[in-house]
């Protein structure tokens, strides 16, 4: 017995992106709230070259980094999503394609492909995004501080400049180590809905 009828299965989808742009907005709120509160304890707390300054600035960026992480990872929910609803449309999905979660641990391999522009982004435009561009404008802003006051790079005009190209790097950094770990629990399609009803005719 199929839990959804194959004629809701984009109904489904649709419900998942919608909870999936929800979970987005909420990280992000909180992701601007705690960097909020970090950016008035650092107003009140500073002092130059002090070691608050230090700890301060580093818990900016601890924070905003998982933000990324987790902030990323629903983008490729989002994008994984739309893909099945195409696939949905079309009839081409099958229940056991059907996800429970929005980023399930076993996916149709190449599933980016038609969807999105490469395996890592769907539109280049999409990382000026503020899910996105948010957590990194905080990494490179807390970065520069670092490096202005501990490592005595110039300027803080030249720490931000520096910031402004090591904290992009990192970023694609990990996405491209994210996106090829993730790569290996991707499968074959299973079988096709038409295919999946032929099975069960048979085995009734």
């Known amino acids: 017995m199929y839990d959804v009828p194959q004629a809701q299965y984009a109904t489904v989808i649709r419900d998942m ?45 601890l924070v905003a980094c998982p933000a990324f992480v987790m902030l990323y990872q629903s983008y490729q929910a989002r994008g994984y999503l739309q893909f099945l609803g195409q696939e949905a449309k079309q009839g081409k999905l099958s229940e056991a394609d059907l996800p429970i979660a929005g980023w399930p641990q076993q996916r149709i391999k190449g599933w980016w492909k038609g969807v999105w522009a490469c395996r890592w982004f ?36 030249t720490a931000l400049v520096m910031a402004s190209i090591l904290v992009p790097v990192f970023v694609f950094a990990f996405c491209v180590v994210l996106v090829w770990s993730q790569a290996k629990d991707e499968v074959a399609r299973t079988t096709e809905p038409a295919q999946a009803s032929i099975k069960i005719q048979k085995e009734k």
Request: proline content about 4%.
């Open 17 to 61: 992106i919608k909870h999936e742009n929800d979970v987005t907005n909420h990280r992000t709120m909180w992701l601007l709230i705690g960097q909020g509160f970090i950016a008035n304890a650092f107003v009140f707390a500073y002092k130059e070259e002090s070691i608050s300054n230090f700890a301060i600035s580093l818990l900016g960026i």
């Open 122 to 157: 769907s539109n280049p435009g999409d990382v000026l995004e503020p899910w996105l561009f948010l957590p990194c404008l905080f990494m490179t802003m807390w970065l520069a501080i670092l490096l202005q006051q501990w490592l005595k790079w110039g300027s803080g005009a």
